[in-house]
Nanobody
Framework: LHIVDSGGGLVQPGGPLRLPCVAS????????IGWFRQASGKEREGISC????????YYEDAVKGRFTISREYAKNTVYLQMNSLKPDDSAVYYC????????????????????????????WGHGTQVTVSS
């Protein structure tokens, strides 16, 4: 499986941006797909994940209500639609496909993927920079 993430850029506060995560080599039906981000000087964090088979979703609290993760089957692509962007959303955004390293008690599969991270190396994109600034 090969992942290509893109769509980053400079956007004003309050503006939208959509990030595509395009997969090739295998169908995303078999994976959990996540969007992670890493701001300068901070650890990488999982912000939204989707189960490729049943499309259950998870959102981290900081993006809930502003970001939407979705799947386009025909293009084997997952999108992260980001609205009402804030300067704190500035980061390098990465797409990853895989399975969570473990599922802690009480967590769903998608929550575990975002919270615990993927098993092994996962299949990561190279990342795309998002800068929110006026």
């Amino acid at each position: 499986l090969h992942i290509v993430d893109s769509g980053g850029g400079l956007v004003q506060p309050g503006g939208p941006l959509r990030l595509p995560c395009v997969a090739s080599g295998d169908h995303l039906d078999y994976y959990v797909i996540g969007w992670f981000r890493q701001a300068s000087g901070k650890e990488r964090e999982g912000i939204s994940c989707i189960n490729g088979s049943d499309e259950t979703r998870y959102y981290e609290d900081a993006v809930k209500g502003r970001f939407t993760i979705s799947r386009e089957y025909a293009k084997n692509t997952v999108y992260l639609q980001m609205n009402s962007l804030k300067p704190d959303d500035s980061a390098v955004y990465y797409c990853v496909a895989g399975r969570p390293d473990r599922i802690p008690p009480g967590m769903t599969l998608v929550q575990a993927m975002c919270t615990v991270g993927p098993r092994g190396n996962g299949h990561w994109g190279h990342g795309t920079q998002v800068t929110v600034s006026s």
